[in-house]
């Protein structure tokens, strides 16, 4: 037993060096019941807060841990640009009912761009992609690229011009290439048919 007294809760009350509280470990001699739940609800408040404060510590730990990577991977690798530019000619021209910007509003999301900008007076869609954020925060990994595409005055032939910069060897002229190719192919497939 931990002292004497009257109380029948004297025998369970808390010892040092007692690992863990059980319900009736946390009544006191002499201590009434609300005393009691009071003191009880502060050391949960507390386990609460040391809890959350751990938390919160290891979450700024692991944050200033990947943050530091993305200067590295900036210095790493320089920014890299490439520029392409191409015009497909189409059989035959397009008629004044066809909507071009529609059916290139339609090829450009098919190949997983977001529309950057519309005209439809000028028949002009622009498209852009960039990097994965989160990959810029890790390694500092940043690529940018914008396709615009245009129907030429006589609605016979479809300018496509690309622009690329980024870092990790992401923008080159076999890339640019690739992107000109995969236009070109789904253009040709949705208005020549």
Do not use: H
Request: hydrophobic letters at 45%; aromatic letters at 8%; glycine letters at 8%.
């Amino acid at each position: 037993m931990t002292g004497q007294g009257k109380s029948r809760f004297a025998r369970w009350s808390i010892r040092p060096g007692r690992k863990r509280l059980n319900s009736w470990a946390i009544f006191r001699r002499g201590e009434s019941v609300p005393e009691t739940l009071e003191r009880y609800r502060c050391l949960q408040r507390i386990s609460v807060m040391k809890s959350t404060l751990f938390l919160f510590m290891a979450a700024t730990v692991l944050l200033l841990g990947m943050t530091a990577c993305a200067p590295v991977g900036i210095i790493a690798s320089p920014n890299q640009s490439a520029a392409d530019q191409r015009t497909i000619a189409l059989p035959y021209a397009l008629p004044p009912t066809t909507s071009f910007v529609d059916g290139a509003l339609a090829v450009g999301k098919e190949l997983g761009y977001q529309v950057g900008g519309v005209s439809r007076t000028k028949n002009e869609v622009l498209f852009t992609r960039q990097s994965n954020f989160g990959l810029g925060v890790l390694i500092g990994k940043a690529d940018a690229t914008t396709v615009r595409i245009r129907l030429d005055a006589s609605r016979r032939a479809i300018d496509i011009a690309v622009n690329m910069t980024g870092n990790f060897n992401t923008a080159n002229q076999t890339a640019a290439d690739k992107i000109i190719a995969d236009f070109a192919a789904s253009l040709k497939k949705q208005f020549a048919a």
